[in-house]
């Protein structure tokens, strides 16, 4: 069965495309596919599967997020929510075999505490360690800090980037699509009020594009991914290659990433800053030298300025004045 597929608009179209594609399929993070180890960087993948979506699906982790770390040739790699794919697989087959629905059978779930750590050199590994689950071990001791502080400056610079971004709509091509979602029949009549889905995309000068969803159009944007095409992967369709949140259930990620679609869809405070200081500007440009000193550009008697000479007057109005 091919990786899942999950709700995410395809990161290679064109920002301009009107149509959103649903289909953009990921591989979790593992050290041997990583395609290359001779360049500094960092990736983080997050992914939170529901359980019709975990019980579709064979070798995957329901609940895991994977922090990559290369640095001069080195590379680490640390989980939290780390679970045995084979042992996940092997509960799951018991499990269909006795017609039982299958619920959640990862022992571990993202809790913000890392619980797995693995480290090569040249691709040769020289340390791997994995707590037991429900035990700050190890790698929670030892790796627990690193992880959250890297973590969160590493998503909070990325948010910085796409805010820019929001604040430069022509030049990013901000594109911001709302999709209106099936309502409900509420019982006893009426129907639910009409909810709408946010997905928004933004390119940067040296081709990263960004992605921000909130499907369910509950506010809080659950998905966030940053790519680049430089042709770094860990596998065939490994999906975005910097940064990957997939229905995010964590409040310290919901605290970093939550309110980005929003944003997009109704502005920002950076952004009403940038209109008025470009109104300003391009209004008293406008009038030039007749701009009253210390007078903002909406103040009355610029406004009349601005307006005489843009509106035509006979001689007539002229002599009335």
Request: charged content about 30%; glycine content about 6%.
């Amino acid at each position: 069965m091919r990786p899942y597929s999950i709700a995410l608009l395809t990161m290679i179209l064109l920002i301009s495309v009107p149509l959103i594609s649903r289909d953009t399929e990921f591989q979790l993070i593992e050290l041997e596919n990583v395609s290359r180890y001779t360049e500094d960087r960092i990736a983080y993948q997050h992914i939170e599967l529901s359980d019709k979506q975990f019980a579709r699906i064979p070798n995957m982790d329901s609940s895991v997020a994977s922090l990559l770390i290369i640095k001069d040739k080195k590379m680490y790699l640390i989980k939290d929510g780390y679970d045995n794919l084979n042992e996940i697989n092997v509960r799951k087959t018991l499990l269909e075999i006795e017609d039982k629905i299958v619920g959640d059978l990862n022992l571990n779930k993202i809790s913000g505490k890392p619980n797995y750590v693995r480290i090569t050199e040249r691709r040769v590994e020289v340390l791997k360690k994995i707590d037991n689950a429900g035990v700050d071990g190890f790698v929670a001791r030892n790796f627990g800090k690193f992880y959250s502080n890297l973590r969160n400056a590493f998503l909070e610079k990325h948010v910085s980037i796409f805010k820019r971004l929001l604040t430069s709509r022509k030049e990013s091509g901000l594109f911001v699509k709302r999709v209106r979602l099936p309502r409900k029949l509420i019982l006893g009549g009426g129907d639910e009020e009409f909810k709408f889905a946010t997905y928004v995309v933004a390119k940067t000068d040296d081709e990263k594009i960004y992605f921000a969803e909130d499907a369910d159009a509950d506010g809080v944007t659950e998905t966030f991914a940053v790519n680049i095409g430089d042709g770094f992967h860990w596998g065939l369709k490994s999906g975005p290659n910097i940064i990957f949140i997939y229905n995010n259930h964590q409040e310290d990620i919901k605290n970093i990433i939550g309110n980005l679609t929003n944003e997009a869809a109704q502005g920002t405070k950076e952004e009403e800053e940038v209109i008025k200081a470009n109104m300003d500007f391009q209004f008293r440009k406008s009038i030039g030298g007749k701009s009253a000193e210390g007078k903002s550009w909406d103040d009355p008697e610029n406004i009349k300025r601005w307006l005489q000479d843009l509106i035509y007057e006979s001689e007539l109005d002229r002599k009335a004045q």
